[in-house]
């Protein structure tokens, strides 16, 4: 379940994943999203004042497919992405979006995988960049100015090689975020010229963690952030954010930090109590959205956190 403002999103718990979206004020049903047999709906939904995005994949038997529908939150209508000629098919499931603009992977006529930039309202897009098979481009994150975005070369063998990539959404060609060491970027955000990003090996004996970095502008050093969580680096608003990991006397608990440009070091802005468990942080409609699951001695029970973003 997701509160917004306005809306909440709840995923049924039946083997699709059915998606229902109310309108809290009136608690009118605007989205009730079945998945036809054989495919599960994935999360978390693209939303904001307006527009829903839902996807749906059948990953099982001899043809995977992945599919999203528009949702106009005014009406309940509903557009199959899949049958707008414009609009390049999705071949890989990572979707990112940020205040009316989601990015993809799609799969051109030449085999090449290419990083889409689309807009809900009208359904306009852009190519940003393309790379041969069987390399592809995955992890698109947006934010208010940029898209970031990993592209994977040799994916099958030894070289497999995973670096970062970030691109201005008002165009212009994708440049490299240098990494710290090869071939290990994992995932990252930009905002206003600056980047932060997380590196982890496959030998690393922890994946759940991951070193990050922040690089203020394309030629500025690269500056350490320490251990994170990997896979939480998130921009929303006018903020980059991710979550980190402490131990303390065998006792874990996590903390919610960010960063904007113009600031000499992050901000904790929200710690957990003692054997709590934050699910990683979505953005939607410029609100900061995470779960908090208390699963210490007392009563188990989660919560719904929101953070503002300006």
């Known amino acids: 379940m997701t509160a917004l403002p306005k809306y909440l999103v709840t995923r049924g718990s039946d083997e699709a994943g059915t998606t229902t979206i109310t309108e809290r004020a009136s608690r009118r049903v605007i989205v009730r999203h079945v998945p036809p047999a054989g495919f599960v709906a994935q999360s978390p939904v693209v939303i904001d004042d307006r527009w829903a995005l839902v996807e749906e994949i059948r990953s099982d038997g001899p043809s995977p497919e992945i599919r999203a529908y528009r949702y106009d939150l005014s009406s309940g209508a509903r557009t199959d992405l899949a049958q707008q000629r414009a609009l390049p098919r999705i071949s890989e499931p990572e979707i990112g979006a940020y205040d009316g603009v989601f990015a993809y992977s799609s799969t051109d006529s030449r085999k090449r995988s290419c990083l889409i930039v689309a807009e809900l309202a009208s359904l306009k897009t852009r190519s940003v960049t393309c790379v041969a098979d069987p390399g592809y481009l995955a992890d698109p994150v947006v934010s208010a100015d940029s898209v970031t975005f990993s592209q994977i070369t040799a994916p099958s063998t030894p070289q497999r090689c995973k670096r970062l990539f970030t691109a201005a959404l008002s165009g212009g060609p994708a440049r490299p975020i240098a990494a710290t060491k090869n071939c290990i970027q994992w995932s990252g955000a930009s905002l206003r010229g600056a980047t932060i990003w997380s590196e982890v090996g496959a030998a690393d004996p922890d994946q759940y963690q991951s070193k990050a970095y ?7 050093p690269a500056q350490s952030l ?13 903020w980059i954010h991710w979550e980190v990991r402490t ?16 600031l000499l ?42 953070a503002t973003t300006a």
């Open 226 to 238: 320490g251990q994170i969580i990997t896979g939480t680096i998130i921009a929303c608003g006018n």
């Open 214 to 220: 922040l690089r203020t502008g394309a030629d500025s």
């Open 265 to 306: 070091r992050p901000q904790r802005i929200y710690a957990t109590p003692p054997d709590t468990a934050l699910t990683a942080p979505t953005c939607q409609n410029n609100t900061l959205i995470l779960e908090a699951a208390h699963l210490g001695a007392g009563p188990k029970y989660t919560e719904a956190l929101q």
């Open 247 to 262: 131990v303390t006397n065998g006792t874990e608990s996590f903390q919610l930090q960010r960063w904007q440009p113009g």
